[in-house]
Nanobody
Framework: QVQLVESGGGLVQAGGSLRLSCAASGRTFSSYAMGWFRQVPGKERDFVAVITWSGGSTYYADSVKGRFTISRDNAKNTVYLQMNSLKPEDTAVYYC?????????????????WGQGTQVTVSS
């Protein structure tokens, strides 16, 4: 079992930066790939980024490539999402997820555990 708690969301102006954190409980954190998704009201939850258990591979949605960076610290049981050059269209609730093991990393059903989400609002 893994429990996930996101933090670091908030209100920022366009062009600014935020760093989201996702703290995980459970001894098996380091064995899970970790992902970030985001969702706006009335729409599906969309893939943002994923990092493999070792941190050796990362994948990003085209919409955030070059602006966002996912990383992890297995010693701290934490995964991060550094978001730079933020745009109003990045406004969403951001969710941390654990469990992808080799299927379609951009599909929500590939992940077993989810956090409660943190709101990111980018003003123009």
């Amino acid at each position: 079992q893994v429990q996930l708690v996101e933090s670091g969301g908030g209100l920022v102006q366009a062009g600014g930066s935020l760093r989201l954190s996702c703290a995980a409980s459970g001894r098996t954190f380091s064995s899970y790939a970790m992902g970030w998704f985001r969702q706006v009201p009335g729409k599906e939850r969309d893939f943002v980024a994923v990092i493999t258990w070792s941190g050796g591979s990362t994948y990003y949605a085209d919409s955030v490539k070059g602006r966002f960076t996912i990383s992890r610290d297995n010693a701290k049981n934490t995964v991060y999402l550094q978001m730079n050059s933020l745009k109003p269209e990045d406004t969403a609730v951001y969710y941390c997820a654990a469990g992808w093991s080799g299927g379609s990393y951009y599909r929500t059903y590939e992940y077993d555990y989810w956090g409660q989400g943190t709101q990111v609002t980018v003003s123009s």
